[in-house]
């Protein structure tokens, strides 16, 4: 089984070896960060708030995780890089001309996938490492992929879309399903894995596909027939 980290009661999580993991990490931190920054700049928040948004989009999944399944938050002070290559993205991000974001977000639904399959997969093995039954392995995936989104739009006044507009979080619960029972263990395995969960997300996007959904808002009543008692 490719691992990720290993788990030491005293020291927490060791270093992170750099594989085609660690790449995919950076992709996604990159998107999630800049997805932060843009939120940030279309609510006219000022530079303090761009980098805050920027950074809970890319790392507040993460740290949620961490609190639910015993790994310490103080592990993400770890992840040094990402955080630099964060702060230089959303920095990027924040001069760029206008027309070049637009452009940028044409493609940013490719590159939101590559994150969420990313840190997806990678919640789900730092779960079943420290030996956590499949609910928790489902919740760790699916918190690292779509946590930060979810707080980011609260941040930003805005209704989670990862729960509300297209179907997000059940790609993470897959990727998390699919780890928990055995069934991806390897290298191989693993970058299948991470593409299937890209192409189901591209899917649901060109797609729209949407789950199941009730409201309880009445109908407005129907106009009273011509005639009828007023």
């Given at each position: 089984m490719t691992?990720?980290?290993a ?6 999580i060791?270093?992170?070896n ?9 992709i996604?931190?990159?998107a ?5 920054a843009?939120v940030?700049?279309?609510e006219?928040y000022?530079?303090l708030?761009?980098?805050v948004?920027?950074?809970v989009t890319?790392?507040g999944?993460?740290v949620?995780r961490?609190?639910?399944?015993g790994?310490p938050?103080?592990?993400?002070w770890?992840?040094g ?7 230089i ?12 974001i637009?452009?940028w ?5 490719f ?12 919640g ?9 039954p499949?609910?928790?392995v489902?919740?760790?995936a699916?918190?690292?992929g779509?946590?930060?989104g979810?707080?980011r739009?609260?941040?930003?006044g805005?209704?989670?879309l990862v729960?509300?507009?297209e ?6 619960m897959l ?6 029972l055995?069934?991806?263990?390897s290298t191989?395995?693993l970058?299948?894995l991470?593409?299937?969960i ?5 899917l649901s ?26």
């Amino acid at each position: 089984m490719t691992k990720v980290g290993a788990w030491d009661g005293k020291r927490g999580i060791k270093a992170v070896n750099m594989d085609i993991f660690g790449i995919f990490s950076i992709i996604g931190t990159i998107a999630f960060a800049v997805s932060g920054a843009i939120v940030a700049m279309e609510e006219e928040y000022d530079i303090l708030g761009v980098f805050v948004l920027g950074l809970v989009t890319a790392f507040g999944g993460g740290v949620v995780r961490n609190l639910l399944i015993g790994m310490p938050v103080t592990s993400l002070w770890s992840q040094g890089y990402l955080l630099k290559i964060a702060i230089i993205a959303m920095t990027i991000a924040f001069v760029l001309p206008v027309v070049w974001i637009q452009r940028w977000r044409r493609s940013e639904a490719f590159f939101d996938a590559i994150g969420l399959s990313a840190f997806a997969i990678q919640g789900a093995l730092y779960a079943t490492q420290m030996k956590h039954p499949l609910s928790a392995v489902l919740v760790a995936a699916m918190l690292t992929g779509i946590g930060g989104g979810i707080i980011r739009d609260v941040l930003a006044g805005r209704k989670p879309l990862v729960l509300k507009d297209e179907i997000y979080a059940v790609w993470a619960m897959l990727a998390g399903l699919a780890i928990g029972l055995g069934w991806f263990k390897s290298t191989l395995e693993l970058l299948f894995l991470f593409v299937v969960i890209i192409s189901f997300r591209m899917l649901s996007v060109y797609y729209k596909w949407k789950l199941p959904r009730r409201s309880l808002k009445i109908a407005a009543a129907e106009p009273r027939q011509k005639g009828g008692v007023q």
